[in-house]
């Protein structure tokens, strides 16, 4: 068990098991939702508790997300892997590819105890009464798109130059943040985690 210098568990290990003690929410799953803007660390954050969790598997929304339709994946998320999740069925989804602009082949996703939904928008109102958890990554959208821009270099330019204002769209009429359980705070070394505005708010899953 990773430990912090002062001997208990480090910030990870106690969201980890925070995760698996919560009740199922989507027939035998806890789905854990990793929220936040463009460039805000959640594909970072959700592998490092995916690690922690001893493997969970992780869904990143940009495999579900299109160019044209970058926020328009609810219903392929429902139709792909939350309804044979809510059964106890492992979930095949078709990952887009972003160079192909295509739709490859069919990808396995176990209904495991614990699975991570990754991506902005993970936490929108269609998907909250199926999460177990809803984590934000607590980090300033300047700040985050700045990084985000940084990080794919002038090749993106164009891409980031239409994203900005439709993620800005997006989360001015569904946010998320409001509903989160925790914010996660990056850190150099590890993270913070804050009690989000959320918490103790969670409605009962979808039976």
Do not use: C, I, N
Not at 11 to 40: F, M, N, Q, Y
Not at 77 to 104: C, I, K, M, N
Not at 132 to 158: F, K, N, P, S
């Amino acid at each position: 068990m990773r430990q912090d210098p002062l001997g208990s568990p480090g910030p990870l290990t106690r969201l980890a098991a925070e995760a698996r003690a919560a009740r199922p929410s989507l027939g035998p799953v806890r789905l854990v939702a990793v929220d936040g803007h463009a460039g805000s660390g959640k594909t970072t954050f959700a592998g490092k508790l995916a690690e922690a969790l001893g493997g969970a598997p992780v869904l990143h929304l940009d495999d579900l997300a299109t160019h044209e339709e970058p926020f328009a994946w609810t219903a392929r998320l429902r139709e792909q892997v939350l309804a044979p999740l809510s059964r106890g069925d492992e979930a095949r989804y078709r990952p887009y590819d972003w160079h192909r602009r295509a739709f490859g082949p069919p990808r396995p996703l176990p209904a495991a105890p614990v699975v991570l939904l990754e991506g902005v928008g993970a936490g929108r109102r269609a998907v909250r009464p199926v999460l177990a958890r809803l984590l934000w990554m607590e980090v300033a959208a300047r700040t985050a798109h700045a990084r985000g821009q940084g990080r794919d270099g002038a090749e993106q330019a164009d891409f980031w130059r239409g994203w900005v204002p439709a993620e800005r769209r997006h989360f001015a009429s569904d946010p998320s943040r409001p509903f989160a359980d925790t914010l996660v705070r990056p850190g150099a070394t590890e993270p913070a985690l804050l009690s989000g505005p959320g918490r103790g708010s969670r409605q009962p899953p979808f039976p």
